[in-house]
């Protein structure tokens, strides 16, 4: 897919796009994607539904990509972003949780953000939110992004790991630490061949994958929190030893 510079959309004269908007175009984009998933979306699919003719989708959609990118930032909408008076770990928690909720709940949507660059007013505000928790508990500008990247990549990687397991198939797509659970318990040999994870079959094979994820984010969160206090013990000692020194000399 394309990584798009400056949108090429401007409003343009009244013609056969007349009765046609994004809000309804990108609306037919999402039930498409609920419904049919990823490959099903297209300009082409989504001009049959509203009735019209493809070239009509033109004056408001140039290609299915940036189609897709409209339905990203649609879903990038849904999610509440944190308040700025929350700590540090509550915000972080709050931009998990609604990105969680929102993509678990959309048919292809973390295959969908996996695959498109965060483009878009609604989802650059949630990029945005996400550097700004970083920024204010101190980390440098340089650092905050890379860590809002990676716990972006992080949320994304285990939000796409838990889809797999929901989307309709047979038969059904198991969960994958779930799936490894259930091998394990018909492999012989276990107990010999693989010690470390022979006593974790029965847990694996019941996990659910909430649990997974909110283990997972509470180490990151552990982590980031330890670096955010090395940051602000590092930040005082700067100042304590930058603090100018007043002279006592005695008369």
Known sequence: MRNPGKSRLQPRARGTSAGIDRT?????????????????????????RLGVKSPALYWHVHSKDELLQLVADALCAEMALPQKSQSFRR???????????????????????????????HRMKLYDAAVEVFLDA????????????????????????????????????????????????HLEGTHRDYPSLSGAAKVLANIRPEK??????????????LRAAELRRGSMRSR????????????
């Open 138 to 185: 101190g980390f440098p500008t340089a650092e905050a992004v890379a860590m809002a990247t990676f716990y972006r990549h992080y949320l994304l990687g285990m939000i796409t790991e838990e889809a797999r397991g929901q989307r309709v198939a047979k038969p059904p797509v198991l969960f994958p630490a779930s799936a490894l659970g259930v091998e394990l318990q």
């Open 240 to 251: 304590i030893q930058n603090r100018p020194t007043t002279s006592r000399s005695g008369n």
């Open 91 to 121: 915000r972080l928690e709050k931009i998990a949780s609604e990105y969680r909720r929102v993509l678990v709940a959309h048919r292809d949507a973390p295959r969908l953000f996996a695959e498109l660059p965060p483009t878009g007013p």
């Open 24 to 48: 309804k175009i990108v609306a037919e984009a999402l039930d498409l994607l609920q419904r049919e998933g990823l490959e099903g979306v297209s300009t082409r699919r989504v001009a049959e």
């Open 212 to 225: 997974l994820f909110k283990a997972g984010l509470n180490v990151i969160l552990d982590g980031l929190e």
